[in-house]
């Protein structure tokens, strides 16, 4: 738990959809030698760095090129989601949705040790389910997803889980801007 008062950082991850179908959402696999979450499933992002002036967005592009090469040209920003904010550590985490033209991917092995896909209509499915996961000796409740044999929860599935209900919320517009993003870009 973060201590009482404690000063919070900003981060910032990217929910990427690709254009084309069966328009993937990317995770990322984190280097096991990373000091924060070392080896877990997350989205594209992390802490704000000086250079990205206070810029939430611009931090979530940055992260997104250094961790698997995918340049700001290629990614219309769509949407933001509610900021998450672990009780495990000192980050306030600001998704956004970005839809990502076609092109290369090239991870940062520094960063990342792999990543994956998740069709979008596998996370917008029943799959995405209420549950727990023990660590340390303790149950954490959290939104689950599993999929071919990796486990996203955390605060990952909580952003997956706030992704979902926007999709689902008419009143918000978030879905009909990520169908026409796909439209353009596919």
Not at 32 to 37: E, N
Not at 79 to 104: K, M, Q
């Amino acid at each position: 738990m973060s201590p009482s008062g404690a000063n919070r950082r900003e981060a910032a991850v990217i929910l990427p959809i690709f254009a084309a179908p069966p328009h993937g959402v990317l995770f990322i696999e984190r280097a096991a030698h990373l000091r924060h979450h070392p080896g877990q499933i997350g989205l594209p992002g992390g802490a704000l760095d000086p250079q990205d002036e206070g810029d939430l967005q611009r931090g979530a592009l940055r992260e997104l090129y250094e961790e698997v090469g995918i340049d700001s040209a290629r990614v219309t920003i769509v949407g933001r989601l509610p900021t998450v904010s672990p009780r495990v550590n000192l980050f306030d985490v600001t998704p956004f949705v970005g839809i990502v033209a076609p092109g290369e991917l090239r991870i940062d092995p520094s960063e990342t040790a792999g990543f994956f896909t998740v069709p979008l209509e596998t996370i917008l499915s029943d799959a995405l389910k209420d549950g727990s996961v023990s660590i340390a000796g303790f149950e954490v409740e959290t939104p689950l997803l599993d999929y071919e044999g990796r486990r996203i929860w955390g605060v990952t599935g909580r952003i997956l889980r706030n992704f979902a209900d926007a999709w689902n919320d008419g009143a918000g517009g978030l879905r009909a801007r990520v169908e026409g993003a796909l439209a353009a870009r596919g």
